[in-house]
């Protein structure tokens, strides 16, 4: 189990540290920030799989591409294999890496090939646009929200309220699925302006665009 956060935009950076300690019980081994273009990226990681080539947040080789990932890739070797085969070269033996490299080489569809519980935010420094995923049964989660133009994706809710700026306003459809079923619907929360990514979903946003999410899986 690991913790991760991105944010977009200059009103989150201030509380950024304070905001990625929140999920330091979800990834006890190290705790590390990366700024990248207009977007910071955070991990706490509980170390599985390449203990040392495996730290995030993680950068492809062209530097255009910085990933913050939570998961376990059970086909990631595979994956390996197929894009050794298309002309990539990989620097660590981690899942992470096949992950990132995949969507470089995939984009988008990426999520289709994987086997496996995940859930990762990915920011492009080019265009400014942050890709996120979740796994088909929702395993791993995965939170987000925007405000003030920019937009905040985590592990958890814990984040958000460490950000002063992020409205926390509650949200009536949320405590009512709470009331009825012991736990928000997706993509509803307790907080109006923090929505749960549904499994077997992804999201395209960019600022000035808004979010744009989609199913990527539903079951048969």
Not at 9 to 36: M, N, Q, Y
Not at 42 to 53: F, K, P, Q, T
Not at 104 to 117: F, I, K, S, T
Request: charged share 20%; glycine share 10%.
């Amino acid at each position: 189990m690991c913790g991760i956060l991105l944010t977009v935009g200059e009103i989150f950076r201030v509380d950024f540290d304070a905001a990625l300690a929140t999920l330091k019980s979800r990834g006890p081994d190290a705790r590390e920030v990366l700024a990248h273009g207009n977007a910071l990226l955070g991990h706490a990681r509980l170390a599985v799989i390449d203990i040392v080539g495996g730290r995030q947040p993680m950068t492809a080789a062209n530097g255009r591409l910085a990933m913050v990932y939570n998961g376990e890739i059970y086909n990631f070797a595979a994956l390996r294999r197929e894009l050794e085969a298309a002309g990539h070269a990989f620097a660590t033996r981690s899942d992470s890496e096949v992950l990132l490299t995949g969507y470089l080489h995939w984009g988008e569809a990426v999520v289709a090939r994987l086997d496996g519980m995940f859930a990762f935010a990915i920011h492009d420094a080019q265009d400014g646009s942050v890709f996120l995923a979740r796994d088909r049964l929702g395993i791993k989660p995965l939170f987000w929200g925007e405000h003030a133009g920019g937009l905040i994706a985590a592990s958890t809710l814990a984040p958000f309220f460490a950000f002063a700026a992020f409205p926390k306003k509650l949200d009536a459809e949320g405590l009512r699925d709470y009331l009825a079923f012991q736990t928000p619907l997706a993509p509803h929360t307790l907080v109006r302006d923090i929505h749960a990514l549904p499994p077997g979903a992804c999201l395209r946003w960019k600022a000035g665009s808004g979010a744009k999410p989609r199913q990527w899986w539903t079951p048969r």
